[in-house]
């Protein structure tokens, strides 16, 4: 999706949010000062929280789109990461501000007033958010925007939070019970989930995460499409640099017949394919030399792949390559984050190599587990 386009949708989506949070502060403010509900003020507070969160949003959207600079080469996408940390803050302060002024009613109490017409306004308000929620989110997924998907999770949450201030006024009405102050808390503590759940998602994002499995597979069979002699693509690494935002880099197995001008032609073909294709910028093609000339290389590569893959905690071997005249080989392992100890796996499975072929110099590369 062109980036201008998605940025007027995101925009266009958190203006949305800003009119009806404005309009359902505003309802819910007046309602909670007649009534005197503890409950609904706290709501129209939160809607307010909502709003800021959507200013923010939008923006987060118009920084992340500015263009690439000298101290900033791969430009600014990663503002948009730090608006939805903003975000997951402001949901948390405002659920720790709601708990304090609920338990202050609780040493307090106030006895509320309220009338069918509350009733059926907060009725309105629940499915109004309920709706809202749902748009955000959706377009959120839709865009890639964490600040959209963040603003409706929290826009769903509010109505439950409104739901439920509902049914404490018809508690109230039908058995003159009073449940505000509790409810108050109870709506702060969900308040402050979600802030918390935000924030978790958001800072993960920002730490890196691991390459979505169906991204990772439909990049490494786009650099095998390419030449019919590319036996493996592996050690794929996608660095994010906001959303729809990556560089990667990738090893590619090729014949050890290859000339450097065919590995350079294919390899700028694999950029171009996968920037048309993924929507990815390769910054790297690495080699692996794959042994065309010796019936015995082959065999040797059978055997220790054998010896390597005997070892559960061994999830991959990929690049072999072994020199009969030098006796040398050089291959790479993936070692599973499920290894008790990673290294010492890892030095296990070379030693074990080395007393099958004590002749041989045994080079082996450590990997972990970056991608499907």
């Not at 505003?26 to 409950?39: H, M, V």
């Amino acid at each position: 999706m062109d980036l201008l386009v998605r940025e007027k949708k995101i925009i266009k989506t958190s203006i949305a949010g800003i009119i009806v949070n404005v309009f359902l502060a505003t309802f819910k403010a007046l309602i909670g000062f007649f009534s005197n509900s503890i409950a609904i003020i706290l709501d129209s507070v939160n809607n307010l929280s909502d709003v800021l969160s959507s200013a923010i949003t939008i923006i987060g959207t118009k920084i992340a789109l500015k263009p690439a600079d000298k101290k900033h080469p791969l430009g600014h996408g990663r503002v948009e990461y730090i608006s939805a940390l903003v975000i997951g803050i402001i949901i948390l302060y405002a659920g720790i501000t709601s708990l304090t002024e609920s338990i202050k009613k609780i040493l307090s109490p106030v006895e509320p007033d309220y009338s069918y017409i509350t009733l059926i306004i907060i009725a309105v308000a629940v499915f109004v958010k309920i709706i809202l929620g749902l748009y955000v989110k959706a377009n959120g997924k839709k865009l890639k925007s964490d600040s959209l998907i963040a603003s409706g999770k929290d826009a769903l949450m509010d109505s439950i939070i409104s739901a439920s201030t509902l049914i404490a006024a018809v508690i109230f009405l039908i058995w003159h019970i009073s449940l505000e102050a509790w409810l108050g808390v109870l709506i702060s503590f969900a308040i402050i989930k979600a802030g918390i759940e935000t924030l978790k998602e958001t800072i993960s994002k920002i730490l890196g995460e691991r390459i979505d499995s169906d991204i990772s597979k439909q990049v490494k069979q786009t650099i095998k499409s390419v030449d019919p002699e590319i036996y493996g693509a592996y050690d794929l690494v996608l660095n994010n640099y906001g959303p729809n935002n990556h560089i990667g880099s990738a090893h590619i197995e090729i014949p050890d017949t290859w000339s450097a001008d065919k590995i350079d032609e294919v390899s700028r073909k694999i950029s171009n394919e996968v920037y048309c294709k993924n929507g990815i910028i390769m910054s790297a093609i690495g080699i692996y030399s794959v042994n065309t000339k010796h019936d015995e290389s082959a065999l040797i590569r059978e055997r220790v792949c054998k010896i390597v893959m005997e070892h559960k905690e061994i999830l991959q071997m990929h690049g072999f390559y072994v020199d009969l005249n030098t006796k040398t080989m050089r291959f790479d392992i993936i070692v599973s984050f499920e290894a008790r100890n990673m290294k010492e796996m890892f030095e296990h499975v070379v030693n074990d190599v080395k007393e099958a072929y004590p002749d041989f110099d045994v080079q082996v590369q450590f990997d972990i587990d970056i991608s499907d």
